[in-house]
C-alpha cells in the first residue's frame, strides 16, 4: 500500500512538471504538438489574477535546459551570422546586465547602420529569464531572412523597406539562474516608470538592463515593437494596468490600432486565434490582469513606439526538441507583424514651404491624444492606423502653420506629405523654428560672454594699445607728408 501511494505522489509532481503554471494567469494549461490545439482544462474568467510575480516556484533543472544556447553561446552564433551575412546586417551592444553579460542586438537591413527614411521595429526575447523561447526563436527568425533574401518576397520586403532590430535575450542573467527575474532578482518587466503610479523613479536603483532599453529608444526612434514571453498563447496589448488597480478592459488612445496589429499577429500563427480562453488571441492587458512598471506601456506613452506583448508559448520552458516546431507555429506571425510596418499605416515626410528643408516636427491624429515624432534628418514620420477608417490627420512643428488633411486609410499602406509655412510675425517678419540658428546672434552672444566672463581687464589692455597704435600711426602719417613736400614731386625723363 506504501509503495502504491509513492507511486501516486510520484506521478501527480511529474504531471505538475510537465504542466507549468501560465505567466499570465494562475490555470494549467498545455498546447498539444501533436493536435496542435489550444487545450484549457480549468478557465475560470474570474481567477486570472497573476502568480509569478515572484520567482518561479518550479525548481528548473539542468536538464530542461539542454539543447538552449548559452549565453556564450548565444554570443558566439550571433557573431558568426554578423559574419556570414554582413551584407546586410551588423551587430552592436546597447549595454551589459547586472553581472556584465553584454545584451547583443542584431540589425537586419539592406544598410545597417545608416538612417534612412524607413520605420524602425524590435523584438526583443528573454525579458524573464525562465522564459527562454524568445532567444531561439529571434536566431531562426534572423537566419531564415538572411537564407531567403533576394529569394522570398516578406524577407525581401522587410530587408529593403524596414530597418529590424532583434535583441535575443534582455535577461542574460536570469536565464544562467534560470528565474524569472535578473541578477538581482528584480522583475525587469515592472521595472519601467508607470504612468498611474509613482513607480520606477529612481534613475539609481533602476535595473542595468531597464537603463539599456531606454536609452536605446532614445538613440533609435522605433515605429513598432514586440517583446516575447512564454506561459500561455496570447497577443497582448496596452494598457497594462489601470488607475484603480481592477482587472477591467482598459484601451490606450490607439485601442483600435493595438487591436489590429494584434490580430496580425494572432491570426497569422498556426492556432492562437483558435484560443478557447481568449478571443481571436488576443486581449487587452488591463483586461487580463492589471500589471505596473511594465515596458508595453512605457514604450507607447514615452516614445510613440506600439509595443505588443507576446506569449508564444504556453510551456515556459518547453523541451528544446519542440523548439523547430514553435518556430514553425510562429514563423509567419513574426514576418507579418514587420512587414506591417510598411503595408499598413499612414506615411510621409514633413518639409518647409520656403526651401523644402525636412522639419522634424510632429504627426498628431484627431481624436488620438499620441503624438508621433518625424526623423531629425529626413523629417520622415509612419503612423500605424487600423485600416478601413477616415482620420484627419495633423503635422506640426514650433514656428510653423499646423496643416491637417482628411483621408480615408483603405487596406494598403498611404504616403502623405506636409508642407508647412513659416508663420508670420505683425511687422512680417519671418519666425525662425527652434531648428535654426542665427550665426551672427551667436558670434555676438559669445563675444558678450567672454567680456562678462572675468575678461574686463583683458579688454582694458587691448583697448590702451589699440589707442597708442592709432596715435603712432597718425605721427608716421604726418612726418610723410612733411617729407613730401621738401622734395616735391618727380618728372617724367624726356621733357
Known amino acids: 500500500m506504501e509503495l502504491l501511494f509513492s507511486l501516486v505522489f510520484l506521478s501527480l509532481i511529474f504531471s505538475s512538471f510537465l504542466h507549468p503554471t501560465f505567466a499570465r494567469g494562475g490555470q494549467q494549461q498545455h498546447f498539444s504538438l501533436s493536435s496542435g490545439f489550444f487545450e484549457n482544462s480549468s478557465y475560470n474568467s474570474g481567477s486570472t489574477a497573476r502568480h509569478l510575480f515572484e520567482d518561479s516556484r518550479l525548481h528548473l533543472s539542468l536538464d530542461i535546459a539542454r539543447g538552449y544556447m548559452t549565453n556564450s553561446q548565444l554570443e558566439k552564433a550571433l557573431k558568426a551570422f554578423a559574419q556570414r551575412c554582413g551584407h546586410i546586417s551588423r551587430i552592436y551592444s546597447i549595454g551589459k546586465s547586472v553581472n556584465g553579460v553584454p545584451l547583443w542586438v542584431i540589425e537586419i537591413s539592406d544598410k545597417p547602420g545608416e538612417e534612412e527614411a524607413e520605420p524602425a521595429f524590435k523584438y526583443i526575447g528573454n525579458v524573464h529569464g525562465d522564459e527562454p523561447v524568445g532567444r531561439e526563436l529571434l536566431l531562426f527568425l534572423a537566419n531564415w531572412i538572411c537564407d531567403n533574401h533576394l529569394k522570398d518576397p516578406l524577407a525581401t520586403l522587410i530587408v529593403e523597406n524596414v530597418h529590424l532590430h532583434i535583441l535575443p535575450t534582455m535577461n542574460p542573467d536570469g536565464f544562467s539562474l534560470r528565474r524569472r527575474g535578473n541578477a538581482n532578482n528584480v522583475d525587469l518587466n515592472r521595472d519601467f516608470p508607470d504612468q498611474f503610479f509613482p513607480m520606477n523613479e529612481d534613475v539609481h536603483m533602476r535595473q542595468p538592463e531597464t537603463r539599456a532599453i531606454m536609452n536605446w529608444l532614445r538613440d533609435v526612434q522605433f515605429t513598432a515593437s514586440a517583446s516575447l514571453h512564454g506561459g500561455a498563447l496570447v497577443a497582448n496589448y496596452p494598457w497594462d494596468g489601470t488607475q484603480d488597480k481592477r482587472t477591467n478592459y482598459f484601451g490606450c488612445p490607439d485601442d483600435e490600432t493595438f487591436r489590429f496589429m494584434a490580430s496580425i499577429y494572432s491570426q497569422s500563427h498556426y492556432n492562437m486565434s483558435l484560443s478557447k480562453e481568449f478571443r481571436g488571441g488576443i486581449t487587452n492587458g488591463a483586461s487580463w490582469y492589471p500589471i505596473y512598471g511594465g515596458m508595453q506601456d512605457w514604450n507607447y506613452i514615452h516614445y510613440g513606439c506600439f509595443e505588443l506583448t507576446l506569449e508564444i508559448s504556453d510551456n515556459k520552458w518547453p523541451s528544446a ?134 575678461h574686463l581687464e583683458v579688454c582694458f589692455i587691448l583697448i590702451i594699445v589699440g589707442f597708442l597704435c592709432f596715435l603712432f600711426h597718425r605721427r608716421m602719417k604726418s612726418n610723410l607728408s612733411k617729407h613730401r613736400q621738401v622734395v616735391g614731386p618727380k618728372r617724367l625723363a624726356g621733357v
Open 321 to 454: 526538441t519542440e523548439l523547430p516546431t514553435l518556430w514553425e507555429y510562429n514563423k509567419m506571425s513574426m514576418l507579418n507583424l514587420v512587414a506591417s510596418l510598411v503595408k499598413t499605416g499612414v506615411h510621409g515626410r514633413i518639409f518647409s514651404s520656403d526651401g523644402g528643408r525636412p522639419l522634424p516636427g510632429f504627426i498628431t491624429v484627431k481624436g488620438m491624444n499620441q503624438s508621433v515624432k518625424s526623423g531629425k534628418t529626413f523629417a520622415d514620420y509612419h503612423r500605424l492606423l487600423a485600416p478601413r477608417g477616415r482620420y484627419e490627420v495633423m503635422a506640426a512643428m514650433p514656428g510653423y502653420k499646423l496643416r491637417s488633411t482628411c483621408i480615408w486609410l483603405d487596406e494598403a499602406a498611404m504616403t502623405l506629405d506636409f508642407v508647412l509655412d513659416a508663420e508670420v510675425t505683425l511687422k512680417g517678419n519671418l519666425l525662425r523654428s527652434g531648428c535654426e540658428c542665427d550665426c551672427g546672434n551667436t558670434i555676438r552672444l559669445e563675444f558678450v560672454d567672454f567680456l562678462l566672463g572675468g
